[in-house]
């Protein structure tokens, strides 16, 4: 009896531990980018030449209600961003969470902002154009906007852009691309990359035929190969030529001069002839390249996979969530991975509001309108390390980002609230 009792006190004192360790995992601090804007959205994640963490984030003023892009820098010992930087010549940029405003710093400190605009008054509604700044004196400062493409037509959409700087310390950027208008279905794959002193050049088309509307995602390995991943539109021979969208990987091992042949990710077969606005992530670790999408192609949720070398096939996909969608991937110190998305819990009865596509695809631009929570979940060698909300579900959040940090992870994500949204972040301590 004695035992018993023992066992007993034994397992509630194990578990009361255990719940105090998962009350502390999860009771992070969320912040709000402080702001008096009528709307903060669009939030991406990524590292200045110092090794800083960068938000960047596209803000409608509640004066003029143009929009503009805008980064601060994080700071490790207060786990707050500093004060923000108006990249001054975006000013009337749109603003997509799907397609984000960025900033990218040179090896140099060079500050390379990256923004879209819209051409009013055309016959395609989606026409438009991406531009580019530079700075050399950390924001103060801003040269004249410049277009990323040759191609300057104001009859197509661009958009959907990456940055990374490559292992020069120049900058390297994919975009899609509607100049080929109706001769090929869906967009085309561009790179470009700057040159030293100079904006970006050797611009080249990279493929053809991929969805027009979901994120692109360029990342450089620690080796300094380039790996980009986006959806394309393919035509399987077993579907009888049905149209299918899935993931597609190529890559490069020459800073962007050549690309090997495009290969498919996982043959997922979602056939759909829409956009479903919501694009891949990458992640290196080891040696590894690492994929995280979403699809709704023989059972829907995020999906996981990897690859050793760009020569060889991705594995077998892992489910990871079939209630996740926008998920982002990154690698973290020691071997580790994490990777966030959004949970949808409650659809609210607001309808989407909704729109054609320069082919003739009827596509949501809308807010998400959905309550929904952030999750985020941490792997090392396959083995799942850490799984937790970091939202309760209570409120519309979504298209989270992350980025890694010497001891964990950093995490951005818009909060929507009736017309507006804000951009919220915590960092998740992962080295225990």
């Known amino acids: 009896m004695k035992k018993s009792i023992l ?8 578990l009361l531990v255990l719940s105090c360790k998962q009350n502390k995992s999860t009771l992070n601090s969320i912040n709000t980018i402080p702001t008096k804007a009528a709307e903060t959205t669009s939030p991406y994640l990524t590292h200045d030449q110092s090794g800083n963490a960068v938000l960047c984030w596209t803000e409608r003023s509640g004066v003029d209600s143009l929009y503009r892009l805008k980064y601060a820098i994080y700071d490790t010992a207060t786990q707050q961003f500093g004060n923000a930087v108006t990249v ?8 997509s969470p799907e397609s984000m405003n960025k900033v990218a710093f040179k090896s140099d400190g060079t500050v390379i902002a990256v923004f879209t605009r819209k051409f009013e008054n055309q016959k395609n509604p989606f026409a438009g154009a991406i531009f580019y700044s530079t700075s050399t004196d950390k924001g103060i400062n801003w040269s004249e906007p410049q277009y990323l493409h040759s191609d300057t037509s104001h009859a197509y959409g661009r958009s959907y852009f990456d940055l990374a700087r490559m292992k020069s310390g120049e900058i390297g950027a994919v975009w899609l691309d509607g100049r080929y208008g109706k001769s ?4 085309a794959l561009f790179f470009a990359s700057t040159s030293r002193g100079a904006g970006f050049d050797n611009e080249k088309c990279i493929d053809q035929n991929t969805c027009e509307c979901c994120r ?11 790996h980009i991943a986006y959806r394309s539109i393919m035509f399987p021979e077993k579907l009888l030529g049905k149209q299918v969208r899935d993931i597609a990987y190529i890559s490069s091992e020459d800073n962007g001069r050549t690309f090997q042949k495009t290969k498919t990710i996982s043959q997922d077969n979602w056939a759909i002839e829409g956009c479903p606005h919501t694009g891949p992530s990458l992640a290196d670790n080891g040696g590894q390249v690492y994929a995280l999408w979403f699809t709704a192609g023989n059972s829907p949720g995020v999906y996981f996979n990897s690859c050793e070398g760009s020569t060889q096939n991705f594995t077998p996909r892992k489910l ?11 690698s973290l110190k020691d071997g580790k991975l994490a990777m966030v998305w959004e949970e949808v819990a409650i659809t609210k009865a607001a309808p989407a509001e909704k729109s054609s596509h320069q082919h003739g695809m009827e596509i949501s631009h809308s807010k998400t309108g959905s309550l929904a929570k952030i999750s985020l979940k941490v792997l090392k ?9 970091l939202t309760d579900g209570n409120q519309a959040d979504n298209h989270a980002v992350l980025t890694g940090l010497s001891n964990g992870v950093l995490v951005a994500w818009v ?6 949204s804000v951009i919220r972040y915590t960092f998740v301590k992962t080295d225990e």
Not at 216 to 226: I, S, Y
Not at 415 to 420: A, G, L, Q, W, Y
Request: hydrophobic residues 30%; charged residues 20%.
């Open 7 to 14: 066992y007993i006190q034994f397992i509630s004192i194990l």
């Open 216 to 226: 692109t995602d360029l990342m450089v390995a620690n080796d300094g190969k380039l």
């Open 88 to 95: 001054t010549p975006s000013k009337g940029t749109k603003a």
């Open 184 to 187: 090929a279905p869906g967009s």
């Open 320 to 330: 990871q969530s079939a209630a996740a969608q926008h998920p982002q991937l990154t």
């Open 415 to 420: 909060t929507e609230d009736k017309n507006t």
């Open 381 to 389: 060698e396959g083995q799942e390390q850490i799984k937790m909300n």
